[in-house]
């Protein structure tokens, strides 16, 4: 069957220490994959999006990497912030268009 | 620029009432996904309007309907409510069927008791 998951369901780091969260999935061939942020409450904020043919994407203290043969994505956030912590979401698309598929989200708390 | 704006933020229904949820998609964005997220989960998509027809429908029963205005708006029903309904309903916008990035609202958190 057709899965989505993200490694854990909490992460606890400290402040100025690097993020690492990680999305496998089995039985997809997604055209691309997306990352949220969500605070409680609150509704999904798009923070990145990697197509198959990337192998990595930057946007400020934010890394995201694609492997298509590992079927693995690897969200990074560098030095870290208390304001970091949240619940974030990786969602694929099997092509553009369709409907996104999340995972469950991995929930991170940042300690200063 | 106005986001995505939903109503009402929060309700509360019993079994077998109906409820309508609204959306206003964010300024020049034609296209409509409803999510449902039960706690501690992810978004489970629901369906898609565009060019106000439902193009792309999730793994939900037809208790679950909607429709897409002239002006982008949309609508979620749910009749005959059942207690498994209850979670928060998120409307999505984007600008075209095919574009990546969704503009997620607020939310609509739905109770039934």
């Known amino acids: 069957s057709q899965k989505i998951e993200q490694n854990s369901e909490a992460l606890n780091i400290q402040e100025g220490k690097t993020a690492t969260l990680t999305c496998n999935y089995t039985?997809?061939?997604?055209?691309?994959l997306q990352w949220y942020r969500q605070d409680p409450g609150r509704g999904p904020v798009f923070l990145l999006l990697?197509?198959?043919?990337?192998k990595e994407k930057r946007k400020e203290r934010l890394k995201v990497t694609f492997d298509t043969t590992l079927k693995q994505s690897l969200f990074h956030i560098t030095a870290s912030q208390p304001a970091d912590s949240a619940t974030y979401l990786c969602?694929?698309?099997?092509?553009?268009?369709?409907?996104?598929?999340f995972g469950k989200g991995t929930t991170l708390s940042v300690s200063s | 620029d106005a986001g995505v704006t939903q109503s009402p933020t929060h309700l509360i229904k019993t079994r077998g009432q109906q409820v309508t949820l609204r959306c206003s998609p964010k300024s020049g964005h034609d296209t409509v996904s409803w999510y449902q997220q039960a706690l501690g989960q992810g978004p489970q998509f629901i369906f898609q309007?565009?060019?106000?027809?439902?193009?792309q429908r999730g793994n939900f029963p037809d208790r679950f309907s909607g429709h897409q205005f002239p002006n982008y708006s949309s609508e979620l029903n749910v009749n005959a409510l059942l207690l498994g309904d209850s979670a928060l309903y998120l409307c999505?916008?984007?600008?075209?069927?095919?574009?990546?990035?969704?503009?997620f609202g607020e939310g609509s958190r739905l109770t039934v008791l």
């Open positions: 969602a694929l698309d099997r092509q553009a268009g369709t409907a996104l598929i």
């Open positions: 999505a916008s984007s600008l075209g069927r095919h574009s990546g990035e969704l503009f």
């Open positions: 039985n997809y061939s997604p055209a691309y």
């Open positions: 309007y565009y060019e106000e027809e439902e193009r």
């Open positions: 990697i197509r198959e043919n990337e």
